[in-house]
């Protein structure tokens, strides 16, 4: 008599869709489609895919002066070369404009004297572009001096600077802030640190004229000073530590200083960044948003982990997506790229010898700036410059929705295609399956030989536990993409 061999059945969990970083909730909580821990892996298309690379914008002009900030110069346009980026040395004394495009991408000095801007100090200098005479220039204030203005001299072919003609209100310590609103400069950050100025409409060295100039004072008596200021919506938006403020009226004899709806303000001035409609900042405890009615957050306990290292944050909004830029933390490098539209987290991480000072965009383009070049993201790319891309997405910790049983890992199924850091076939992923049976962890890497074109992959692991964990992770700077995978399990006796 022949006893039928009972098989035990073979069970399925599928990660679905990449949904991101999460770090909202404890590692066994969170839905297998988000991550507690990835860095530079794209999740766009609701794939595993490592991010793209970018490539030299300005290149070698640390060999000068190290790069502290950079601006841009719009509304010039010339056909056979860009000249739009302003850039300012930590000496203080060392400007530079791009020269060439599809040649070799160098830095030029300014010349000498009031034009090199001596006085402005590096650290602080914000800049706001304006009209003057017809002409496209920056404004650009710091804590180092009064206000300066950069503008294109075409008989020189090179940018020229110069302060302002008129000096604008006194302040001891400059200005560290500056908007355009209506036509006018508004300054703040100065030795008084609750008041605004504004200038003569159409005209940003007149400060003194009667009923057409003047100040605004933001107090709050709590000890609190303006951290930054904004143009929203037609209006001018004031950021205290705890608190928004705008300025309500359309000529001077009607301006007056409103308080907004928010529970936190700006911790970090150069991480208020608008895209017209929106405006972002960095408070206390994440990133919040103002709609021209209300602050609000939208990433605080997502990203908990992730912002709480971060020491200086910078903003930049590009299309959908919002990037929060850490500069000076000990996590070298590390950008959150939030997209509005679909609600998902990326963490980009750019490469160690690139630590970046200052971040900014250019026709829709993500640049950002070490203190020797300026880079531009490119999706064409598949490194950081020279250096390899480190993609990896770590899975939360997963019961398969059993969690008292032992299970027993067979197969991990995925399609997945890909390149070498050079481009060519024969690009590698790595992955590592992590069992916890009654607190010992058991691992199991498997690494996968990828084709340029699509193709499954079906990768045996014959491994028991409670808990799992993943870590998919490329091998050289392999680019890589890869569909979500699905999980084969058993039931298993202790």
Request: glycine content about 6%; overall charge negative; hydrophobic content about 35%.
């Amino acid at each position: 008599m022949n006893i039928p061999v009972q098989r035990v059945p073979v069970m399925k969990a599928a990660m679905k869709e990449a949904k991101g970083l999460y770090q909202g909730l404890d590692d066994n909580l969170i839905n297998l489609s988000y991550s507690p821990d990835c860095q530079n892996i794209d999740v766009s298309e609701g794939i595993i895919s490592s991010r793209k690379g970018y490539k030299p914008h300005l290149y070698n002009v640390g060999a000068v002066s190290s790069v502290k900030r950079f601006f841009r110069l719009e509304g010039w346009v010339d056909d056979s070369t860009d000249r739009s980026t302003v850039v300012v040395g930590v000496a203080n004394t060392a400007w530079y404009s791009r020269i060439g495009v599809s040649a070799v991408v160098i830095f030029e000095p300014y010349p000498s004297g009031d034009a090199a801007m001596t006085d402005v100090d590096a650290e602080t200098a914000m800049a706001v572009n304006y009209m003057i005479n017809n002409e496209p220039v920056l404004i650009i204030v710091s804590t180092g001096a009064d206000p300066y203005y950069v503008y294109y001299n075409a008989t020189q072919s090179r940018y020229e600077a110069a302060p302002l003609s008129v000096t604008p209100p006194t302040s001891t310590d400059g200005f560290r802030f500056v908007c355009e609103h209506r036509e006018r400069i508004w300054l703040a950050g100065g030795s008084e640190k609750n008041t605004v100025y504004y200038s003569n409409a159409y005209d940003p060295t007149d400060w003194s004229t009667a009923g057409e100039t003047g100040s605004k004072i933001v107090q709050t008596f709590d000890s609190d000073s303006i951290r930054g200021m904004a143009n929203l919506l037609d209006d001018v938006l004031i950021f205290k530590r705890n608190t928004i403020w705008k300025v309500v009226g359309d000529t001077p004899s009607e301006y007056s200083v409103e308080q907004v709806y928010s529970i936190r303000g700006a911790i970090y001035p150069r991480s208020i960044c608008t895209n017209g409609d929106l405006c972002f900042f960095a408070a206390d405890d994440g990133i919040y948003q103002y709609d021209g009615i209300q602050g609000k957050p939208i990433l605080t306990d997502e990203i908990k982990e992730a912002f709480s290292a971060m020491t200086d944050i910078r903003c930049v909004i590009i299309g959908s997506k919002l990037y929060v830029w850490d500069i000076i933390s000990d996590d070298t490098g590390k950008c959150i790229v939030y997209d509005l539209k679909r609600k998902t987290i990326e963490v980009l991480k750019v490469a160690t010898s690139d630590r970046p000072v200052d971040i900014g965009s250019y026709n829709g383009i993500l640049l950002y700036a070490d203190a020797l070049s300026i880079y531009e993201f490119d999706n064409t790319k598949i490194k950081f410059d020279a250096s390899n891309i480190d993609a990896y997405w770590i899975t939360p910790d997963t019961d398969f929705s059993h969690p008292s049983a032992t299970k027993k890992l067979k197969d991990i199924y995925f399609n997945a295609w890909g390149t070498t850091n050079a481009g060519a076939a024969g690009g590698q992923i790595k992955i590592t399956a992590y069992a916890n049976k009654k607190g010992t962890v058991k691992t199991k890497e498997k690494t996968v030989t990828l084709s340029t074109a699509r193709k499954p992959h079906r990768l045996r692991y014959t491994l028991p536990g409670r808990i799992f964990k993943f870590k998919i992770e490329n091998v050289d700077g392999s680019a890589f993409s890869m569909t979500p995978p699905e999980f084969d399990f058993e039931l298993a006796e202790d």
